[in-house]
């Protein structure tokens, strides 16, 4: 079993950063791909940013590219989001996942991940 839990979310004005943290304990956090979805109310899971085993491979979705960076301290057992040029529409409740994974591969689909956070809210006002 694999718990994630996520911080660094907040109230921040547009223009504005944030950077978002998942600890992940009960397994080997290197053997993991990684991943960032956020959600709103009455809208599907979205896919924001995956990261691969030894950070080789990472990518992003459209609409944060640019000014969004996933990285992952296999040290520390922790992945990040560095949220930069922050805008109203990225307000969401942020969640990271967790996929076993032997290849090094990323993933882009929610329903491919084995283990969610419990999420953090991150509200951008204009």
């Known amino acids: 079993q694999v718990q994630l839990v996520e911080s660094g979310g907040g109230l921040v004005q547009a223009g504005g950063s944030l950077r978002l943290s998942c600890v992940a304990s009960g397994r080997t956090f290197s053997s993991f791909a990684m991943g960032w979805f956020r959600q709103t109310p009455g809208k599907e899971r979205e896919f924001v940013a995956t990261i691969s085993r030894s950070a080789l491979r990472t990518s992003y979705a459209d609409a944060v590219k640019g000014r969004f960076t996933i990285s992952r301290d296999d040290a520390k057992n922790t992945m990040y989001l560095q949220m930069n040029s922050l805008k109203p529409e990225d307000t969401a409740v942020y969640y990271c996942?967790?996929?076993?994974?032997?290849?090094?591969?990323?993933?882009?689909?929610?329903?491919?991940?084995?283990?969610w956070g419990q999420g953090t809210q991150v509200t951008v006002s204009s």
């Open positions: 996942a967790a996929k076993v994974d032997i290849f090094g591969s990323i993933s882009y689909g929610a329903r491919n991940y084995d283990y």
